[in-house]
C-alpha cells in the first residue's frame, strides 16, 4: 500500500470501455478503470474473470476488440514501445532462462533496457533481492521461492513506472510470500505504480490501496479494501468477495 495521497495522484492508467474475444467468448465486457499514479491495484476474481486477459492487454500483448488504454499518457496500440519502456511485467509462468545463472538473467535483462551501468545495477539488485550468494548458479537450481524473487527483480531493474504482476505469489509459502510482498512494497514505496491479480483476498488487502472485483470479464465493485467491506456490510475482504462469487 502506498503513502501516496489519492487525492494528489496523477492518472497513469487509463482504461475506456475496453471488451476482449476469444472466439464467441467474452472476456472482458466493456471495462473502465482509471488508476492513479504511485497506486498499488488489485484485480481479484474467480478463475476465468478475465484478470490476466486485462494484464495481456496493459503489456501490450493482446489487443482488445474495442476500447482505449493509456499508460502514462501513452496509448497501447499507437506507442507500443513507449509504453514498453515504462512497464516491468511478471508472468505466471516461469520464464527465466533456467541454464542462465541469477547475475546473467539479470545481464540480460540490464543490457536489453541499455542501462548505464549494467554490473552495477545487477549487483545493487542482488543484494537487495538477497540472492548474492546464489548469484552464479543457474536458476534451475532455484527454489521456486527464489526464482520468484528473481523474476520480480529482473523486473524491478529498469526502475519501471508501472509494474504488472500476474499471481506473484501463487504456490508460494507464506514465508515467502510475506517476502515478496516486502519486495512489492518497497517498489511501490519507491513510486512504482503497480496492478496486481491474486486469488489470496489477504495479499490484496495487505498490498493494495483499491481492488477491482471482477466476474464474468466485468467489474462488479471497485474501491479501498475498508470501504468495499463497509458497503457490503462485511467485516472481511474475504466475506465480500465468497458473497459476490456465490451471487449474493
Ligand atoms: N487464449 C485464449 N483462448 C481462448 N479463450 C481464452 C484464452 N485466454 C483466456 N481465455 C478465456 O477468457 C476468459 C478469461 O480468462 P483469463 O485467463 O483472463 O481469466 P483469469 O481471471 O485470469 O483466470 P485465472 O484466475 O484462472 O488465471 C476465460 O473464460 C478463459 O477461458
Redesign the pocket.
Known amino acids: 500500500m502506498s503513502t501516496i495521497d489519492p487525492h494528489t495522484r496523477e492518472t497513469m492508467i487509463r482504461i475506456e470501455r475496453i471488451c476482449?474475444r476469444?472466439?464467441t467468448?467474452?472476456?472482458?465486457d466493456n471495462v473502465d478503470l482509471t488508476i492513479g499514479a504511485g497506486e498499488t491495484f488489485g484485480?481479484l476474481?474467480?478463475?476465468?474473470?478475465?484478470?490476466?486477459?486485462?494484464?495481456?492487454l496493459l503489456a501490450t500483448l493482446k489487443r482488445p476488440d474495442s476500447g482505449r488504454i493509456s499508460i502514462g499518457g501513452h496509448d497501447v496500440l499507437r506507442d507500443r514501445d513507449r509504453v514498453r519502456q515504462q512497464i516491468g511485467l511478471v508472468f505466471?509462468e516461469n520464464n527465466l532462462d533456467r541454464e542462465l545463472t541469477a547475475r546473467q538473467n539479470l545481464d540480460f535483462q540490464a543490457r536489453l533496457h541499455r542501462l548505464d551501468n549494467p554490473s552495477a545495477a545487477v549487483a545493487a539488485m542482488l543484494r537487495r533481492l538477497e540472492l548474492e550468494a546464489h548469484a552464479d548458479r543457474p536458476a534451475e537450481e532455484f527454489s521456486g521461492g527464489m526464482r520468484r524473487r528473481l523474476i520480480i527483480g529482473r523486473a524491478l531493474l529498469s526502475a519501471p513506472r508501472v509494474l504488472l504482476l500476474?499471481?506473484p505469489t501463487t504456490g508460494l509459502d507464506p514465508a515467502i510470500r510475506h517476502a515478496l510482498w516486502s519486495l512489492i512494497h518497497e517498489a511501490s514505496e519507491g513510486g512504482c505504480t503497480i496492478i496486481l491479480?491474486t486469488?489470496y483476498v489477504e495479499e490484496a488487502e495487505t498490498l493494495c490501496d483499491r481492488v477491482a472485483l471482477?466476474q464474468?470479464?466485468r467489474i462488479v465493485d471497485c474501491g479501498a479494501p475498508a470501504a468495499l467491506c463497509e458497503r457490503h456490510a462485511k467485516h472481511k475482504l474475504e466475506d465480500v468477495v465468497l458473497a459476490l462469487n456465490a451471487g449474493g
Open positions: 476482449k476469444y472466439g467468448q467474452l472476456a472482458l484485480l476474481g474467480p478463475n476465468g474473470a478475465g484478470k490476466s486477459t486485462l494484464i495481456g505466471q500476474d499471481e491479480t486469488h471482477m464474468r470479464g
